[in-house]
């Protein structure tokens, strides 16, 4: 049992500042809407968390790497939960100025991006310490990620409805602290950080050039990057602009789209489990491509063709299943490839490259809609989904996929 701890240490911390996220990302729109009645102000206060996040955690790669991820971690959920624990205090004292939440704000977003990368770079060393294989580990962190992404919301959403956002917005600053203290109790010092000696003269752009320059020459994680880039922006599109879109004019309204969206999550939930299960004994390169075949393109035709509700759920339930499979490759994948002296650096770019269609999924799905219609974008999302994943997949790096298989990367960072 002792050797599991550092694993259920990881998935601990990372489901309670997970959750705390997801609480905060409805309670501090819904606190500055009705504190303010803005929808500009709500609107840039969202802009302040996810901008920090996603630049932060893009440039944070080599000081995790220097520091080391537990000590990464640890601060970053102490400095969340300040930041919003002052956020209800300055309100309490009436000393809450506009700029002074847009500042408190970028602080946790600024926060939670080094800190989410940190615990999942410490994964692998987990996985290793219980003796437990990648597929599994990432199964499970795949498991974690999706019930705080369902549960989160959920919680939120109640939270801002009896109690007030402020109240859940507490809610949200306990979580943080709670991850930091798990994280300090259950992981061991030291734990995913180099051995002395490696790499500790480095500057930070020596470092980050590294990180860079190991994932432009491992063409199996850029091909899977610009693949989950395009699919993610697909994603956005989707779930921000054509499904509401279509839920309006269809007639069927948020509740089916509601529906639709908790069927896929919990699925989703129950695939990742499957996979944490039995993904260490398949092949990866067939069920991976099966899996996004089934997890993409159906759910853009299904709406398409106007299917009953009943087949539009099944679609929906088919496709979060099958994307429980997904991740636990890409992670187990990732980790073996990319030595551990490099793990921020490189998963630091990974993320930042894969997010960066996100924030343009909801403009150009909102400008194709306008222009052509919802059905014909929704075909056309869906034939894009099904070439990007199967083209992408005739190509050779991808039978690269089990050649690690099992065994951890212990190559050096490359010379300049």
């Known amino acids: 049992m ?25 309670a501090l729109p819904w606190f500055v809407l009705t504190t303010t009645g803005s929808a500009v102000q709500t609107g840039l206060v969202a ?10 955690k893009a440039l944070a790669g080599p000081l995790v790497d220097r520091v080391g991820p537990r ?46 990368l940190a615990k999942e770079i410490m994964v692998p060393e987990a996985a290793e310490r219980g003796r437990m ?33 402020l109240t859940a917005l507490s809610i949200s600053a306990s979580c943080f602290a709670l991850g930091s203290v798990v994280v300090a109790w259950a992981l061991p010092r030291g734990m995913g950080r180099q051995a002395p000696g490696q790499g500790e003269d480095e500057g930070y752009w020596r470092r980050f050039g590294h990180g860079l320059a190991f994932l432009r020459g491992d063409r199996l994680l850029l091909t899977v990057v610009i693949m989950i880039g395009v699919t993610n922006l697909l994603d956005a599109a989707f779930s921000q602009v054509l499904a509401p879109v279509w839920a309006k004019e269809s007639g069927h309204g948020p509740a089916v789209q509601g529906l639709n969206s908790s069927v896929m999550g919990l699925a989703a939930v129950g695939g990742s489990l ?6 260490h004994r398949m092949r990866r390169r067939p069920v991976f491509f099966v899996a996004f075949l089934l997890a993409g393109a159906p759910r853009f035709i299904v709406l398409a063709v106007d299917s009953p509700v009943w087949a539009m759920v099944a679609v929906f339930a088919i496709s979060g299943f099958s994307s429980g499979f997904l991740n636990p490759i890409l992670g187990a994948v990732s ?9 921020g650096r490189v998963n630091a770019l990974k993320d930042a490259l894969a997010w960066a269609g996100i924030p343009l999924g909801g403009l150009l799905g909102g400008a194709a ?41 212990h190559a050096t960072a490359p010379a300049d």
């Open 369 to 409: 809609v306008t222009a052509a219609g919802l059905s014909p974008v929704l075909l056309g999302c869906g034939a894009a989904y099904a070439l990007t994943t199967n083209l992408a997949g005739l190509r050779p790096e991808w039978r690269e996929m089990d050649r690690l298989r099992g065994r951890r990367a």
């Open 335 to 343: 980790y073996e490839r990319v030595p551990q002296q490099l793990f």
């Open 47 to 56: 802009f302040a968390e996810m901008a920090p996040y996603v630049l932060v």
């Open 2 to 26: 002792a050797a599991l701890r550092p694993m259920a240490g990881v998935l601990a911390a990372m489901a309670v500042a997970l959750t705390g996220t997801r609480v905060s990302a409805i």
């Open 133 to 165: 294989p990648l597929e599994r580990a990432t199964g499970l962190m795949g498991v974690t990620e999706r019930l705080a992404q369902t549960a989160g919301p959920a919680a939120g959403g109640a939270a801002v409805a009896l109690l007030g956002p």
């Open 274 to 279: 499957v996979a944490a299960m039995v993904a």
């Open 71 to 116: 000590r990464i971690s640890w601060t970053a959920d102490v400095s969340s939960a300040t930041a919003a624990a002052a956020v209800v205090t300055l309100h309490a004292l009436g000393l809450l100025s506009p700029g002074a939440l847009i500042a408190l704000v970028a602080v946790i977003g600024a926060a939670r991006g080094p800190g989410d």
